[in-house]
C-alpha cells in the first residue's frame, strides 16, 4: 500500500513564526535548503520523513501535530455550504477544497463565515424577522453557532482551562473526592453550598449555592465544579474569551458557560489519571464510569477531548442526537466530520440506541471516502427527578478508525478484516455521493438527476 504523502505547509510556517526564524535559519537547523523549505511551505512538495525527524528532535515538536490541522474539517465544511442551490453547478472539485484548505485555511473560514451569514440572513427573510425592518438592523452570525465552531475548531481541548483543571482536582498529584473538594474550596470563598429539593439543577442565591438533592452524584459534582470554575478560574476563563474575539456578547456569554462546563469535566476526569485509566481498561466506558464516578455520556466526551500535545489519546468522535435525529454535540478529531445543519445519516447506529435502552450498539461502518470507524452507541436518559418532570432522552455515539479499534474492549470478536462487516453510511444526504442509499431522504446537491417514468429502482431518481 502507497504511503500517503503529508502536506503540512501551514503548519511549518505557523512553527517557523511561532519561533521567530527566518525561512533561512529554519531550513539551516532542519537541514535542507531553503528552496526546498519555501516548496514545502506553499505545499508544492510533501515533509519528507528527514523534517520531520528534524522538527522532533531539535524543537520537541508534536509530529502528530502536523497532519492534526483544520483541512478536513474545512473541506467537509466547504462541501456542505457548496452543495447549497445558490452555487448551482459552480461548485468546485474536491482537490481545489483540499487545495483552499491546505493553503488558504483563513481563506476558507471567511467563505464558511460569509455563507453562514447568507444562509442566516436568508432564514430570517423567510421567517419575516422584524429585526430587518428596525433601523440599524445587522445581519450577525448566531451566537450559539459561532461558539460551537470555537470549540469546534480547537479540537474540543481547552490546554490552560484543561491543566488549571487537573491542578485543582489533583494537587500533589493526588486525584480528590470532587464534592468535597468543591464545597470546601467554596466555602473560602464565602459561598455556602445546600442540597435542596430545587427544580433547575444548580441556582445561586447571593453566597448560597442550591444543589438539586435528587440528581444523580456525578451531575452534582459536575454542577458543583462549574461553579468552582466561574468563582476561581474568572481569569482564565476571561482571558481565553478576550482570545476568541466573539463578535456579541451573547456569544461570549455563552462561551463562558462553555468554558466552566470544560472545567467541570476535566476537573471530574483529570487528564494523566483518566488517560491512563482509559488505556488500562481499553476504553471500557462503564469501568471508567465506576472509577471515576461519572456518567456514560461524561466519560465518552472527555475522551473525544484527550488531544493534549505530547500525550494524546485515542483520536475519538463523540456525538449526541435527539430523539429527532438532530445533533445536540458534536466533535471530532477524526477525519469524520458531521453535518453542520440537519440531523445524522440514518443507517448510523446512534439512531437505534432510541430501541434497545441501557445498551450499548457495536457498528462497523464504512464512510463514502472509504474510511472505516468502529461506532458505539448508547441511549441516555435523563431524569428529572420526579414523576411530573419530563424525562430527556438522548443518544449518544462514540467512534474511532479502525487502526485504533484493538486498543477497545468492544473491538473483541467483531470481524474488523471483513469488508461486508463494514455498514456504508454518510454525513449528510445533502453531500453524500452514494447511489444505492435505501435511506436516502433527499438527492445530493451536487449532482444532476435523471428521472425516467418507466423505470423504479430504489429512488424515484437515478443520480448521474
Given at each position: 500500500m502507497a504511503t500517503q504523502k503529508l502536506y503540512a505547509g501551514v503548519k511549518l510556517r505557523e512553527t517557523r513564526?511561532?519561533?521567530?526564524?527566518?525561512?533561512?535559519?529554519?531550513?539551516?537547523?532542519?537541514?535542507?535548503?531553503?528552496?526546498?523549505?519555501?516548496?514545502?511551505?506553499?505545499?508544492?512538495?510533501?515533509?519528507?520523513?528527514?523534517?520531520?525527524l528534524a522538527l522532533?528532535?531539535?524543537?520537541?515538536?508534536?509530529?502528530?501535530?502536523?497532519?492534526?490541522?483544520?483541512?478536513?474539517?474545512?473541506?467537509?465544511?466547504?462541501?456542505?455550504?457548496?452543495?447549497?442551490?445558490?452555487?448551482?453547478?459552480?461548485?468546485?472539485p474536491l482537490a481545489d477544497l483540499r487545495l483552499a484548505a491546505s493553503n488558504a485555511p483563513a481563506l476558507a473560514r471567511a467563505f464558511l463565515e460569509l455563507h453562514r451569514a447568507y444562509r442566516q440572513t436568508h432564514e430570517r427573510l423567510a421567517s419575516l424577522d422584524e429585526a430587518l425592518g428596525r433601523d440599524g438592523a445587522q445581519t450577525v452570525v448566531s451566537p450559539w453557532e459561532e461558539v460551537r465552531d470555537f470549540f469546534h475548531y480547537c479540537d474540543n481541548y481547552i490546554d490552560a482551562v484543561d491543566r488549571a483543571a487537573e491542578r485543582f482536582s489533583c494537587p500533589g498529584g493526588r486525584r480528590l473526592d470532587p464534592i468535597p473538594h468543591a464545597i470546601a474550596t467554596l466555602a473560602k470563598r464565602g459561598i455556602e453550598v445546600q442540597f435542596s429539593d430545587i427544580s433547575p439543577l444548580r441556582e445561586r442565591r447571593d453566597d448560597t449555592i442550591l444543589i438539586n438533592a435528587h440528581a444523580g452524584r456525578a451531575t452534582q459534582a459536575f454542577q458543583l465544579l462549574h461553579q468552582v470554575a466561574l468563582s476561581t478560574q474568572n481569569d482564565l476563563l476571561e482571558a481565553t474569551l478576550d482570545l476568541a474575539r466573539f463578535q456579541s456578547d451573547t456569544a461570549r456569554a455563552i462561551a463562558k458557560i462553555g468554558l466552566a462546563n470544560y472545567f467541570a469535566g476535566a476537573a471530574l476526569l483529570p487528564y494523566a489519571s483518566f488517560l491512563e485509566a482509559a488505556q488500562e481498561t481499553r476504553h471500557d466506558l462503564e469501568r471508567l464510569s465506576d472509577i471515576f464516578s461519572a456518567s456514560i455520556e461524561q466519560v465518552a466526551h472527555r475522551l473525544s477531548t484527550l488531544q493534549r500535545p505530547g500525550a494524546k489519546g485515542i483520536p475519538f468522535f463523540f456525538v449526541r442526537v435527539d430523539q429527532a435525529g438532530t445533533i445536540t454535540k458534536r466533535h471530532s478529531a477524526t477525519r469524520l466530520q458531521f453535518a453542520r445543519f440537519g440531523g445524522a445519516c440514518p443507517l448510523w447506529n446512534v439512531h437505534q440506541a432510541f430501541e434497545t435502552p441501557t445498551k450499548f450498539l457495536r457498528q462497523l461502518a464504512e464512510t463514502p471516502d472509504?474510511?472505516?470507524?468502529?461506532?458505539?452507541?448508547?441511549?441516555?436518559?435523563?431524569?428529572?427527578?420526579?414523576f411530573t418532570a419530563p424525562v430527556r432522552r438522548y443518544a449518544i455515539c462514540l467512534g474511532c478508525e479502525v487502526s485504533h479499534a484493538k486498543g477497545l474492549v468492544y473491538a473483541d470478536d467483531m470481524e474488523l478484516g471483513n469488508p461486508k462487516a463494514y455498514q456504508p453510511i454518510g454525513i449528510s444526504c445533502r453531500i453524500c455521493e452514494r447511489k444505492d442509499c435505501h435511506q436516502r431522504s433527499v438527492p445530493p446537491l451536487e449532482r444532476r438527476l435523471q428521472v425516467d417514468p418507466d423505470h423504479r429502482g430504489l429512488l424515484p431518481y437515478d443520480i448521474a
Open positions: 513564526t511561532r519561533l521567530g526564524l527566518t525561512q533561512k535559519a529554519f531550513a539551516e537547523r532542519l537541514g535542507v535548503s531553503l528552496p526546498y523549505l519555501n516548496q514545502m511551505e506553499n505545499n508544492h512538495r510533501p515533509v519528507s520523513a528527514q523534517v520531520v522532533a528532535g531539535e524543537f520537541g515538536l508534536d509530529v502528530t501535530e502536523l497532519s492534526a490541522g483544520d483541512a478536513e474539517r474545512l473541506v467537509s465544511d466547504m462541501r456542505e455550504a457548496l452543495a447549497d442551490p445558490i452555487f448551482s453547478d459552480a461548485a468546485p472509504g474510511v472505516r470507524y468502529l461506532c458505539l452507541a448508547r441511549d441516555v436518559s435523563k431524569s428529572g427527578g420526579s
